[in-house]
DNA sequence: TAAAAATACTCCATAGGTATTTTAT
DNA sequence: ATAAAATACCTATGGAGTATTTTTA
């Protein structure tokens, strides 16, 4: 059986008249006959009572109907589907994120994405580190990634999308907590909590921002993540330098200073350079541009045009 | 698009390799790379991407390939019931009945068409009288019925499968409930509760029966069906003459008597001549052959080979 | 360099056209 | 008598074959 034969079926069906049929086909009205005839021959039964004057459909043909209306409107969906999926409209988009990244820029992301493309999917991958995601990217079982700059490797394309500096995080009575102003100088007799993992890219950035105000930290703890650090800073097991992100996670004993002279760390839109599937090139698209008008309205001054 | 190519695609997509997939579908390679690129080119994306050491999905192929199998299952299942339905393996069977025919032998004709026919769905239409199930089979709106011949009108060919005495129905402390041997004569001056419609068989039977004994009854009440029948019967109403099908329904306050020269009322199958569908016919055999075999027990020895 | 897909071409099966016949109302 | 499906026959598109070339791991 073909769809071509369905079709014409299904036609048949409907006007229960072959030269109507066949016309709204366009096709002539022995084509039609030929290729129903052809079709009952395959299927091995009628699928049509007729006369000259009379044509009516078998049961066989009734539930055939039933059952091509299902197929035909399937293979429609299945094409648009298609479509969908080849233009980035539409299918899966697995987005590997660094752990702070889920709770400051996610949501805003996956609230644009859903709005500028509601066929798309939103598959997280979250508290993946960058050269994780990195490698992911390249074997294309990721699709996008909010990363910490540099990518690691080859054949990564990146964009920095935020610049955030990095903060102080201190139990609630600590004395720096109410201090005025606050240098890294001030940290370097303090224990350290930092990042344990070697790949972290915002211990790289907290040891360097130490180094550049001459001293190494003291390393008191280290912790797996952002809230683990957070929650042994809590405990009262030392003080930590974090993103700026770490404030949205608000841990309950642990309170945010800014540090004048502490660096910044920038996170990343990044993308497989070749064999980019359509769905990460449109999201992207969609989340680059959506970046462009925000930093557009903020250069712009305030109570402008509504 | 069309099944052939999309047959094509789900081997080469199964395989992720144009010779083995070529082979699997005894094609020659080229002829396979062609459909293919023509699907492609129809549908206006790459489905695969290939290099002469490897051969890929895109995304867009991974989700026509998900498609592919629903619509391909569709298509093979929908062929099959085709089939099933021509040979009358399956589909609907619409079987109209007389009012006493529910509760005496549809219970037992259901079952064996279950058990023989797991593939027929059954649907009722009880209470139907004689003359209206004959027009419906002829029009082709009932499929078979279950009716008390003769039947009325051209093209319906029956078969009688149950002969039944009329029985005397009474209120429980009826003087004739404790009479031994009753007999027609004995009813002449009761009051009797009639079936009201004209088209009725039963009524027809009782009415003659009546006839044949001396007398016409005394038409004290109507009732549109036996159970209703039997409802005034228990409220002293009157007597009835019902089928002894009409047991079964076993209203309370109502018992029923056997009369000697009541005479009998005959039980058909009936069912449209020409233009019978497929799974008419099959039911029909089914039912028929029961009936022959339960007519063979019937007649040997008791007690014979298990 | 070798395996595998793409290209080039050839052929014929069949989808679809026109002209005509058959059939049932 | 006539509308409509079936039949007969013809044409040409394109599906599938063989031989060959191109490509990349």
Redesign the pocket.
Known sequence: MEL?QLRYFATVAETC???RAAERL??????L??????LESDLGTALFN??????ALTPAGEFLYEQSRTILAAVDTAVAGVRRVATGLGGLLRLGLVGTAATSHLPRMVRVIKRELPDVAVEIHADMLTPAQCDRLREGTLDLGLLRPPATGEGIAIRTIDTEPLILAVPRDHHLAAQPRIKLVDLRTEPFVLYGNRDSAVNDAVLQSCRAAGFVPHREHEAPSTSVLLALVAAGLGIGLVPEAARSLALDGVVHREVIDAGHIELALAWAEDSEPPVAAAVRDVLLSQLDTDQLAASLPAGGAA
Chains 1, 2 share one sequence.
């Not at 366009?26 to 084509?31: G, I, T």
């Not at 006959?33 to 052809?38: D, F, G, K, L, N």
């Not at 007729?50 to 044509?55: F, I, L």
């Open positions: 071509r008249h072959f030269g366009h096709l002539a009205q022995p084509a006959s030929h290729a129903i005839r052809q007729r006369t000259t004057r009379h044509v």
